[in-house]
C-alpha cells in the first residue's frame, strides 16, 4: 500500500526488491508490480521502495516468504505422461473450462506410488474442503468429477501422499456440440445432398438432417459421424 506521506511531492514511483538474489520491478502509479527472473521452489521476500522528486524512501519491512512455482496448462483430453515426485512434493496444473461444459473430469493413472489430487478454482487447491479430491490408496488411480462445472479456470494440485512414478494425468471438460453450418446442397434425382462442417465446443457422435417440405411436414435423416 501507499505510505501515508509523500514527504510533500508526488509520488513517483515504487521498486519492489526480492530477497535472494535482488530481482527487481518498478512502477509509476500502480502499487503493484511483477518480478520477473525468479527461481520456482526458491522462497523469497520482497521490499519496496517509494521515489518522488526528491529521492527514494527508505525500504518497507520485508514481506512474508512466498515461494514460485510452475503450473502448467493442459488442454482438455490430452495427457501429461511420465510423472514422478519425492514425497510431500506438489506438481500444479490448470485447465480454463468454458461455459456451458457438461462435466469437468480429471483423472490420474497411477505407475506406482501414492500421489493424489486436489482441484478448485482457488490457488493453490487446499488440503481442506476443496471443490474435489481423490486419495486412494498407493497404486490406485485417481478420479475427480465435477457435474456441471461454472466457467473458470480450474487448477489441479498432484501431492505426492508418498513418493510416485509413471503417473499420466487428463483433465476432460465435455461440452454440447455447437450448431453445424450448412456449407452447399446439391440436388438430385430425388435427393438432395447436404455439405456440412461441425461447430465449435464438444465432439458429436452423430449429426440429423432434416429436410422441410412445402407442406411443413418433416423428414428425419439419421447420419452417423
Given at each position: 500500500?501507499a505510505?501515508?506521506?509523500?514527504?510533500g511531492?508526488?509520488?513517483?514511483g515504487y521498486t519492489v526488491t526480492?530477497?535472494?538474489?535482488g530481482?527487481?520491478?518498478t512502477t509509476t502509479?500502480a502499487?503493484?508490480c511483477?518480478?520477473?527472473?525468479l527461481?520456482n521452489?526458491?522462497?523469497?521476500?520482497?521490499?519496496v521502495v517509494a521515489?518522488?522528486?526528491v529521492?527514494?524512501s527508505?525500504s518497507?519491512?520485508?514481506s512474508?516468504?512466498v515461494t514460485?512455482?510452475?503450473?502448467?496448462e493442459l488442454?482438455s483430453?490430452?495427457?501429461?505422461?511420465?510423472?514422478?515426485g519425492?514425497?510431500?512434493?506438489?506438481q500444479?496444473y490448470f485447465?480454463?473450462v468454458p461455459a456451458n461444459?457438461e462435466s469437468l473430469t480429471v483423472t490420474?493413472?497411477?505407475?506406482?506410488?501414492?500421489?493424489d489430487?486436489?482441484?478448485?478454482t482457488?490457488?493453490?487447491?487446499p488440503f481442506?474442503?476443496?471443490?474435489?479430491?481423490s486419495?486412494?490408496s498407493?497404486?490406485?488411480?485417481?478420479?475427480c468429477?465435477?457435474s456441471?462445472?461454472?466457467?473458470a479456470?480450474?487448477?489441479i494440485?498432484?501431492?505426492?501422499y508418498?513418493a510416485?512414478?509413471?503417473a499420466?494425468?487428463?483433465?476432460?471438460?465435455?461440452a454440447?456440440p455447437?450448431?453445424?453450418?450448412?456449407?452447399?446442397i446439391?440436388?438430385g434425382?430425388?435427393?438432395?445432398?447436404v455439405?456440412?462442417?461441425?461447430g465449435?465446443?464438444g465432439?458429436p457422435?452423430?449429426y440429423?438432417?432434416?429436410?422441410?417440405d412445402?407442406s411443413?411436414?418433416?423428414?428425419?435423416?439419421?447420419?452417423?459421424s
Open positions: 500500500t505510505p501515508t506521506s509523500d514527504g511531492s508526488t509520488i513517483t526480492a530477497s535472494p538474489g530481482e527487481a520491478c502509479s502499487t503493484s511483477t518480478v520477473t527472473g527461481s521452489g526458491t522462497a523469497y521476500t520482497f521490499t521515489t518522488n522528486s529521492g527514494n527508505s518497507s519491512s520485508a512474508s516468504a514460485p512455482v510452475s503450473i502448467q488442454a483430453g490430452v495427457a501429461v505422461t511420465g510423472l514422478s519425492a514425497i510431500n512434493s506438489d500444479y485447465i480454463d461444459v490420474l493413472d497411477v505407475g506406482s506410488g501414492d500421489p489430487i486436489y482441484v478448485d482457488s490457488f493453490p487447491p481442506s474442503s476443496p471443490l474435489c479430491s486419495t486412494y498407493a497404486g490406485q488411480d485417481e478420479l468429477e465435477i456441471e462445472p461454472a466457467e479456470r480450474y487448477y494440485r498432484l501431492n505426492a508418498s510416485f512414478s509413471g499420466s494425468l487428463t483433465a476432460t471438460a465435455v454440447p455447437g450448431a453445424p453450418t450448412i456449407s452447399s446439391t440436388p434425382d430425388g435427393s438432395l445432398a455439405a456440412f462442417s461441425a465449435s465446443g465432439v457422435d452423430s440429423t438432417l432434416t429436410c422441410v412445402q411443413a411436414s418433416r423428414v428425419n435423416l439419421g447420419y452417423d
